[in-house]
């Protein structure tokens, strides 16, 4: 089983940053790809970024350019750094991992709200 954290969530103005930590209790190098996802009330989960083991990185449009995935295999953890924030992006962020045999696991979420 593999156990996801997240951690890095709160209360931001709009043009402010963030940074999303995801804490991995296995080896994120086993990892076939690791990836941020963020609910809105009321709405879909829906994909942000995602990195591959290979370093591949993946963008939803409405963040790329203000968004970065990054992944630490020493410290076995994920970032989400969120710059110019806007308040459209005021949803719950989820840390999700897929393993070699295509399992998804999910953390428990944080909680990101800006303010106009």
């Known amino acids: 089983q593999v156990q996801l954290v997240e951690s890095g969530g709160g209360l931001v103005q709009a043009g402010g940053s963030l940074r999303l930590s995801c804490a991995c209790s296995?080896?994120?190098?086993?990892?076939?790809?690791m990836g941020w996802y963020r609910q809105a009330p009321g709405k879909q989960r829906d994909l942000v970024a995602t990195i591959t083991g290979d370093g591949s990185t993946n963008y939803a449009d409405s963040v790329k350019g203000r968004f970065t995935i990054s992944r630490d295999n020493t410290k076995n953890t994920v970032y989400l750094q969120m710059n110019s924030l806007k308040p459209e992006d005021t949803a719950v962020y989820y840390c999700?991992?897929?393993?070699?045999?295509?399992?998804?696991?999910w953390g428990q979420g944080t909680q990101v709200t800006v303010s106009s």
């Open positions: 999700k991992a897929t393993d070699i045999f295509i399992h998804n696991y």
């Open positions: 296995r080896s994120i190098f086993s990892m076939n790809a």
